[in-house]
T-cell receptor, first 116, second 111 residues
Framework: GAVVSQHPSRVICKSGTSVKIECRSL??????MFWYRQFPKQSLMLMAT?????????EQGVEKDKFLINHASLTLSTLTVTSAHPEDSSFYIC????????????FGPGTRLLVL | QKEVEQDPGPLSVPEGAIVSLNCTYS??????FMWYRQYSRKGPELLMY????GNKEDGRFTAQVDKSSKYISLFIRDSQPSDSATYLC???????????FGSGTRLLVRP
């Protein structure tokens, strides 16, 4: 149980284009989903928290107009990197938190984005 | 000072050794403690989840939480080369769903 998928696993795009990454909880409903960014040999950096049906809460320093997050259902959240630039190249990982008392988060396999 | 401190390693041990990984933290509000394992270019995988102080065992893994010392540990018995990965501690307070991560410890188990 507690499987989270991400799609695509890897994407290469040209500078100026937009890229959408999907995150799905496959066998549970996620009241909250999180988006992280991870640079090589570094820990995870939380970008934003999204609750189903409401606007995402962004961490300080994260541009909400650049990183659009939509949490349309209890099993799906999307991150759209708009007008991507080479400095947006990174490993993006989502996680999902089941409802109830569980404080744990289950992570997706990550999406590697390369902007040329 | 970071909220969660974790030695980045790398920690290199021979196969079969007992591995001890540790994190210290400063926020006394943390009540939920987790250990994740992350292989290169993969998402973190939840290994252990502990609420408040105490020990928890699952197979070769044992997690310990000492809230009085603000110190958590993960022990791996009979370590295997397949255990080679980065281990991340994470914790949260009841009032917040955000996980605060350590920087991760790279472990290498030599055959």
């Amino acid at each position: 149980g507690a499987v989270v998928s991400q799609h695509p696993s890897r994407v290469i795009c040209k500078s100026g284009t937009s890229v959408k990454i999907e995150c799905r909880s496959l066998d549970f409903q996620a009241t909250t989903m999180f988006w992280y960014r991870q640079f090589p040999k570094q820990s995870l950096m939380l970008m934003a928290t999204s609750n189903e049906g409401s606007k995402a809460t962004y961490e300080q320093g994260v541009e909400k107009d650049k990183f659009l997050i939509n949490h349309a259902s209890l099993t799906l959240s999307t991150l759209t990197v708009t007008s991507a630039h080479p400095e947006d190249s990174s490993f993006y990982i989502c996680s999902a938190r089941p409802g109830g008392d569980q404080e744990t988060q289950y992570f997706g396999p990550g999406t590697r984005l390369l902007v040329l | 000072q970071k909220e969660v401190e974790q030695d980045p390693g790398p920690l290199s041990v021979p196969e079969g050794a007992i591995v001890s990984l540790n994190c210290t933290y400063s926020n006394s509000a943390f009540q939920y403690f987790m250990w994740y394992r992350q292989y290169s270019r993969k998402g973190p995988e939840l290994l252990m989840y502990t609420y408040s102080s105490g020990n928890k065992e699952d197979g070769r893994f044992t997690a310990q939480v000492d809230k009085s010392s603000k110190y958590i540990s993960l022990f791996i018995r009979d370590s295997q080369p397949s255990d080679s990965a980065t281990y991340l501690c994470a914790m949260s307070a009841r009032s917040s769903y955000k996980l605060i991560f350590g920087s991760g410890t790279r472990l290498l188990v030599r055959p």
